[in-house]
Structures are given as structure tokens and as C-alpha cells.
């Protein structure tokens, strides 16, 4: 019984003494953990990412470029002027309309409208005569009572008038030498549809 309790003791020593062995050969440890990498940028539209990420830049489109309201040099073209073609009409042949050169500022230089040749207004400019383009001229319109007039359009166009009274925009005419009556009463117009004159010759 002594000699089997010993021998069990001189196992479990002999065990005990091979597992501490300190020829044994120790394990690697494994090696730590990478760091996490940063992703790169992606273009997701974020306030951080620089102009080269950003897939949507604050660039007007071509179409906004190009139009007068991002272009300062350009310009909107000006709507052309419309002469007064309107004396082309057999209802003006007699009538000396008064007529000034488009955009001329200086009032006191009128022209006499004569007849029509070769699609342009023969006028009379002081002391000569010359053809000009209908788009080159402009009425010179009533503003003053006792002015003679014409009516542009209507019936009663080329006829000759004298302004009685003026009421704001509007007037009331009647034609020269003839007395009012209910056979022959006053018109009214508006002052920008009637044109200045020279009495009839």
C-alpha cells in the first residue's frame, strides 16, 4: 500500500515537472489588430468635400450663363421704331402733316409732308426738299387747343380740324369755318391720336 502511494506521487510529480519544462519553446503572440483605415471621400454631397469631389458645383447651367440677366455685357436689343406709314393712305395725299426727324430734340425744326415717292416721304425741310425713310420720321401730335389737326385712323382722317378744348388726354374738334350744330357736332379724341397740320392750301 506505501509503495502504491508513492509511486502515484512520483507520477503526478514527473507530470507536473514535463508540463513546466523550461526548454519548451513559447508561442508567438498574435499580432495586434490593423487600425481601421479611412475611407476615402465620396461624393455624397458634403460640406467637406472640395470642389474636385463635389459632383454638384454651384455653377449657373449654360442657358443661365447666356441670358441679359447673368451677362452683363450683353444687351437686350431696343424694339425698333415704327414711322408713320399710315400716310402712305390716299387720305393724307393733301394733307400737310407736320413731321420731325426720329429722336431730333430740337422742337422748333418741322417738316412739311408732301407726298409719297418711290415708298418714301417726300418732305419739305426749310428751304429744300428731300426723301426720306417713313422709319426715319415721327408725327409731331396735338397738345394745344387751337392747333389744327388730323384724326390718324378713322373715318374722318386727312380732314382738317381745330381744337376746341382740351379735358386731361382728351379734346373736342371741329373742323374750321363750319358752326356747331346737331347735323355737325364736335368730335372727341384722345390728343395722342390726332397730328399737327399746316392749313389747308
Given at each position: 500500500m506505501f509503495y502504491r502511494d508513492r509511486d502515484e506521487s512520483l507520477f503526478e510529480l514527473a507530470t507536473?515537472?514535463?508540463?513546466?519544462?523550461p526548454y519548451q519553446i513559447p508561442?508567438?503572440?498574435?499580432?495586434?489588430?490593423?487600425?481601421?483605415r479611412t475611407p476615402l471621400p465620396t461624393p455624397s454631397g458634403s460640406s467637406t468635400l472640395s470642389?474636385?469631389?463635389?459632383?454638384?458645383p454651384q455653377t449657373p447651367g449654360y442657358s443661365t450663363l447666356l441670358s441679359p440677366a447673368w451677362d452683363p455685357s450683353s444687351r437686350t436689343p431696343m424694339q425698333s421704331h415704327k414711322?408713320?406709314?399710315?400716310?402712305?393712305?390716299?387720305?393724307f395725299s393733301a394733307?400737310?402733316?407736320?413731321?420731325?426727324?426720329?429722336?431730333?430734340?430740337?422742337?422748333?425744326?418741322v417738316l412739311e409732308f408732301h407726298r409719297v415717292t418711290n415708298g418714301l416721304a417726300v418732305v419739305r425741310d426749310g428751304m429744300k426738299t428731300c426723301m426720306l425713310e417713313f422709319d426715319s420720321?415721327?408725327?409731331?401730335?396735338?397738345?394745344?387747343?387751337g392747333q389744327l389737326v388730323t384724326p390718324m385712323t378713322?373715318?374722318?382722317?386727312?380732314?382738317?380740324?381745330?381744337?376746341?378744348?382740351?379735358?386731361g388726354g382728351d379734346c373736342e374738334i371741329y373742323k374750321k369755318?363750319?358752326?356747331?350744330?346737331?347735323?355737325?357736332p364736335d368730335l372727341y379724341y384722345s390728343l395722342s391720336d390726332l397730328v399737327q397740320i399746316y392749313p389747308p392750301i
Open positions: 507536473h515537472t514535463e508540463t513546466l519544462n508561442q508567438r503572440p498574435s499580432s495586434p489588430p490593423s487600425p481601421p470642389p474636385a469631389w463635389d459632383p454638384s414711322g408713320p406709314h399710315w400716310l402712305k393712305e390716299s387720305a394733307t400737310r402733316v407736320k413731321l420731325r426727324r426720329h429722336g431730333d430734340s430740337d422742337e422748333s425744326r420720321l415721327e408725327p409731331i401730335l396735338a397738345t394745344a387747343k378713322g373715318s374722318e382722317k386727312g380732314h382738317a380740324f381745330q381744337i376746341r378744348s382740351i379735358n369755318g363750319t358752326r356747331k350744330t346737331k347735323t355737325n
